[in-house]
Every structure is written in structure tokens, then in C-alpha cells.
């Protein structure tokens, strides 16, 4: 098979969370452990580091890899889902793998696949780890696909394990309560691995507490590590027109020899302030365990996290006429930072082009969102993508309104048209739907 032949035979042969949802969730790491036996156990012969949580994951594992790279380390990096193309999952140094590594990985493993029958994110993680393996990456970065206890990336025994934080997502796998989701994700916690938590939660933190005494675990949490004394969003140099800008915060330690940092970050979006807090104690448990980072390498590699990486959809500008701006934010957490930042910005009407997905509760996500705005009702183009009139239906009775279209090309279209120089058109409520059109 060539690549795209590859890629079919993945997408249709195998079960795929993204396309078919919770029949995708496989409770039991037995497949990994098998196909990583076959394999040689490649998650044994990298270091690595461990990230879960309901939302900042992402950014998390790729600004901590922009900051490895820098320092002169080969880093592998591996998250989900992919916006574009399947290769975004696994990266040596920012870049893809190629082509060619996934078709040998899967024309070598088809008997296997065969006679275990794992499902899409399995054979993922088993394709990630062989490549880190015969790379020889210094370390790499490795983001929890869902939950934690029995996500399949939690055969690995890394050097630091990181949870960001807790919100409501996929309760109808990881429990309906923060504290049985918290308890999932918890699950990643190694006997002996030091453990960051990324925000203190009053409600949960027992739960990581507990956890990491149970196991023998050194625990902190990186938002009672730092402060940020200010922040501000500012063009950066090299742009005069605002395409480029780049998050600016003053951060300092609360250590009795307090250390302070002048940051300048192009994730732009306001709650990437926590995801970076978490970062810095990240840092500094790598350092103590011999790996070698200076300021001066965190400065600059988060001055350009997506040239580094290529991560993109978070709090991303695609236009400036009208200001056009996409974000994956798609759970209540993670809504409620979007509209903040939408709230941060001077515009005149907003234009939001929506789409999300058939098998979440949507009720809380619809309550948040402005009723002053003019909504472009879409359907993700994938299975599981929610009808948009339903969603337009079920919109309606939080006091949304706008009009159904075929696509979510066909949205962004309308609104761009639509919207005067001075409006604001943002499209998310699913990362399904900012895939579209980064």
C-alpha cells in the first residue's frame, strides 16, 4: 500500500475514537502491552515525560518540547488527535515523521494487527514509541489520549508525570463527577515519579494527594509555585499588523530566593498563563534530574512554540479583515477561557461559526456562549459529528440564533461575508471544526 492507502486502511480497519466514539475506548492496556511486546517494548528505552488533563495538555506537551529542542535535546512529541494530517502525531524535533515510516510500520505489523485487532489510537501509540525507540530521542513528550489509568500511552514509566488540571469531559467514560474523573486521571501516577499537578483544586486535590502518597510520589502543584504579576498581549516585532502577536507575563517563584521570568509567548490565548506555570515546574524537576535547560532556552523557545512544534487552532488569528480567530476549546473549561478571550477583544458584532460532536452533552458548553452574537450553524465532517439543525434546535433554547449550513467551509464563508472590517468571526466548539479551516 502507498501512504494514502496506509492511512485508509487505518481509518476503516481499526477502531477510531474520533470517528466512532465511545465504542473506540478500549478499558484494558492488554493490546499495547502485546503489540509493544512484538515490538521489542520500545517504551522502555526512552526517557520520557508523562502529560494528562482535561485541558491544556496539548499546548503543555508542546511548549515543554519547544523548550527541550531548544536546550539542544532530540525530542519526540506525541499527541491527539492530529488537525490535518495523521503525521502530527508523532514528531522527532518538530517534524512529522515521514510517509514512508508509516506505511513500513504498518505493512510490517498487518499480521499483528491482524490477530490482536487493536484499535486506531493502540496501533498510534505502538507506531510513536517504535519511532522513539529507533531515533534514540533524548526524551520525549508524550500527551495522554483520554483519561489517564487506562489510556494506552500509560505503558510508559516516565521520568515526571503532569496533570493539568480537571473539567467535565467525557463523563460517559471517565465518570460524571470531578472526583471520579480526577481519579482516572490520577491513574498515571508511577510509584516513585515525581508528580505535578498544574492548577489546585480545592474540590480534587485530595484525590492527586492521596494518590501520591499511596504511591511514594512527590507532589506539587505549579499554580501555588508561581505568580504571575502582569500580562498583556503585544505585537511582536516582527509584525505591524497583529498576526503575530505574543502573550507577554511576568512570572515569578514563591521560593524564598524567589526567581522571576519576563516571558513572551506565542500562544496567545489567556489561559495559556496556566499551562506555562506548569511548564516552569516541569522544568525545574528535569533539571534536577541532570537535564541541562537554561533561562535563557525557556525564554526563547516559547517566543516561537508553533514554529518549533507546529501546534495550531489555540487562540489562532487566521485573518485580519475581518479579525478571524479559531480555538479547539471545546468542554465547559475550556468554553468559559474562550469567551473571556473573546470578551478581551474590541470589536463591534460577533460572528461565530459552530460545530460539535453528537454523543457529549452540549447543554452547559450552549449555556455559556454570547446571545448577542450571530451564530453559522455546521456539522464537523466526521461520523460523529452533530446534525447542525439539531444543534441549531438545541442552541435555540439558550437564546442562539442564527442559520444552518452544509459545511463548515460553507460557514466561515458566509460569515467572512457577512461580517463588516470592524466584527470579529471566531469558529471552535469542536476541534473537529478548527481542523477545517487551519
Known amino acids: 500500500m502507498n501512504y494514502q492507502q496506509t492511512i485508509q486502511y487505518l481509518y476503516t480497519q481499526l477502531p477510531m475514537f474520533t470517528r466512532d466514539g465511545v465504542s473506540a475506548f478500549k478499558k484494558d492496556l492488554t493490546n499495547t502491552l502485546e503489540l509493544c511486546k512484538r515490538l521489542g517494548n520500545p517504551q522502555y528505552q526512552f526517557k520520557s515525560v508523562h502529560i494528562a488533563g482535561t485541558n491544556g495538555k496539548g499546548s503543555t506537551s508542546h511548549m515543554l518540547a519547544a523548550i527541550l529542542q531548544t536546550a539542544g535535546y532530540k525530542t519526540g512529541l506525541y499527541t491527539s488527535p492530529h488537525l490535518k494530517d495523521f503525521r502530527e502525531r508523532i514528531r522527532v524535533n518538530g517534524q512529522m515523521i515521514s510517509e514512508q515510516t508509516v506505511v513500513d510500520f504498518v505493512a510490517g505489523c498487518r499480521d499483528d494487527f491482524d490477530e490482536i485487532n487493536p484499535s486506531f489510537f493502540e496501533m498510534t501509540v505502538a507506531l510513536a514509541f517504535d519511532v522513539f525507540a529507533k531515533e534514540k530521542v ?38 460524571n463527577t470531578l472526583q471520579l474523573i480526577a481519579s482516572e486521571k490520577a491513574g498515571i501516577i508511577k510509584p516513585g515519579i515525581h508528580v505535578i499537578i498544574g ?16 504511591e511514594g510520589s512527590r507532589i506539587e502543584f505549579a499554580s501555588e509555585d508561581w505568580t504571575t504579576e502582569e ?19 511576568h512570572i515569578k517563584s514563591k521560593d524564598s530566593l524567589p526567581k522571576t521570568y519576563d516571558i513572551k509567548l506565542d500562544l496567545t490565548g489567556s489561559y495559556q498563563l496556566k499551562n506555562v506555570l506548569t511548564v516552569l515546574s516541569a522544568v525545574n524537576v528535569l533539571r534536577a534530574q541532570g537535564f541541562v535547560i537554561t533561562d535563557d532556552h525557556i525564554v526563547t523557545a516559547l517566543q516561537q512554540v508553533k514554529t518549533l512544534t507546529g501546534l495550531h487552532g489555540r487562540w489562532e488569528i487566521l485573518n485580519i479583515q475581518p479579525l478571524t480567530i479559531c480555538d479547539t476549546g471545546h468542554n465547559p473549561d475550556g468554553i468559559q477561557e ?51 439543525e439539531t444543534l441549531k434546535q438545541q442552541a435555540r433554547d439558550f437564546g442562539l440564533h442564527g442559520a444552518v449550513y452544509s459545511s ?5 464563508q458566509s460569515a467572512r461575508e457577512r461580517a463588516k472590517d470592524n466584527d470579529l468571526v471566531f469558529v471552535g466548539g469542536s476541534t473537529f471544526v478548527v481542523a477545517e479551516v487551519v
Open 138 to 175: 533524548d526524551i520525549a513528550i508524550i500527551e495522554v489520549g483520554l483519561g489517564g489509568r487506562l489510556d494506552s500511552t500509560n505503558v510508559i514509566t516516565p521520568l515526571l508525570s503532569v496533570i493539568t488540571n480537571i473539567g467535565w469531559d467525557h463523563m460517559n467514560m471517565l465518570g
Open 199 to 214: 492548577e489546585l483544586q480545592p474540590e480534587i486535590a485530595q484525590i492527586f494527594t492521596d494518590k501520591a502518597k499511596q
Open 231 to 249: 500580562k498583556s498581549v503585544a505585537k511582536s516585532q516582527k509584525s505591524n499588523i497583529g498576526v503575530d502577536e505574543l502573550l507577554t507575563a
Open 338 to 388: 474562550v469567551v473571556k478571550n473573546i470578551a478581551a477583544v474590541n470589536y463591534h458584532h460577533l460572528h461565530f461559526v459552530i460545530g460539535m460532536v453528537n454523543d457529549k452533552d452540549i447543554t452547559k458548553v450552549l449555556a455559556m456562549l454570547p446571545t448577542d452574537a450571530t451564530y453559522y450553524f455546521c456539522k464537523p465532517d466526521i461520523p460523529r459529528g452533530l446534525d447542525a
Open 408 to 412: 463548515v467551509t460553507a460557514a466561515l
